[in-house]
């Protein structure tokens, strides 16, 4: 059985601006996305900043709803920048992942952002995305996972 609280989300900056053109940022928005992992409010397991938005794969803890888990990370942000600006565009947009095929198509196409946005050319470049070498994934709820997951990137690191 595959979890039902795994989400693939994508929030915009406010009128689409490239606020995370700017590394320190960028950097910020990854710094509070492990913040919040760390303080097991999600399991983070894919997610990609672009200039104008986040995709993020993640799995909210049973005690903490969805929308909660998108306000930890906007709001998160906004406070730490401690800016006047508005930042966000209200709400955001969420896909419960239904099973291991739609998990890896979500987590392709997270990996796959930068490259086809023309930033980088291959996903592990980018520097504010799970691609990266170093970043530590959270394991899906699911065992099947595991073995799609790793045919997937023997497949990506082909291409």
Same mark, same amino acid.
């Given at each position: /059985?595959? #979890?039902?609280?795994?989400?693939?989300?994508?929030?915009?900056?406010?009128? %689409?601006?490239?606020?995370?053109?700017?590394? #320190?940022?960028?950097?910020?928005?990854?710094?509070?996305?492990?913040?919040?992992?760390? $303080?097991?409010?999600?399991?983070?397991?894919?997610?990609?900043? /672009?200039?104008?938005?986040?995709?993020?794969?993640?799995?909210?803890?049973?005690?903490?709803?969805?929308? %909660?888990?998108?306000?930890?990370?906007?709001?998160?942000?906004?406070?730490?920048?401690?800016?006047? /600006?508005?930042?966000?565009?209200?709400?955001?947009?969420?896909? %419960?992942?239904?099973?291991?095929?739609?998990?890896? #198509?979500?987590?392709?196409?997270?990996?796959?952002?930068?490259?086809?946005?023309?930033?980088?050319?291959?996903?592990?470049?980018?520097?504010?995305?799970?691609? %990266?070498?170093?970043?530590?994934?959270?394991?899906?709820?699911?065992?099947?996972?595991? $073995?799609?997951?790793?045919?997937?990137?023997?497949?990506?690191?082909?291409?």
């Amino acid at each position: /059985m595959f #979890s039902d609280r795994t989400f693939f989300i994508t929030t915009n900056t406010w009128q %689409r601006l490239p606020v995370f053109r700017d590394e #320190s940022k960028a950097s910020l928005l990854v710094e509070v996305l492990l913040h919040y992992r760390a $303080e097991s409010k999600y399991l983070l397991h894919e997610f990609v900043v /672009m200039p104008d938005h986040l995709h993020a794969l993640l799995t909210p803890v049973r005690a903490v709803s969805l929308e %909660r888990t998108v306000q930890f990370i906007k709001g998160g942000f906004s406070f730490r920048l401690k800016s006047r /600006m508005l930042v966000w565009q209200p709400g955001f947009t969420n896909h %419960r992942v239904r099973d291991v095929e739609d998990c890896e #198509s979500h987590r392709q196409y997270i990996w796959l952002n930068p490259v086809r946005a023309k930033l980088v050319a291959r996903p592990e470049d980018y520097p504010y995305t799970s691609a %990266r070498e170093n970043f530590e994934h959270d394991p899906i709820p699911d065992a099947q996972y595991t $073995e799609a997951k790793a045919q997937s990137l023997e497949t990506l690191t082909r291409a």
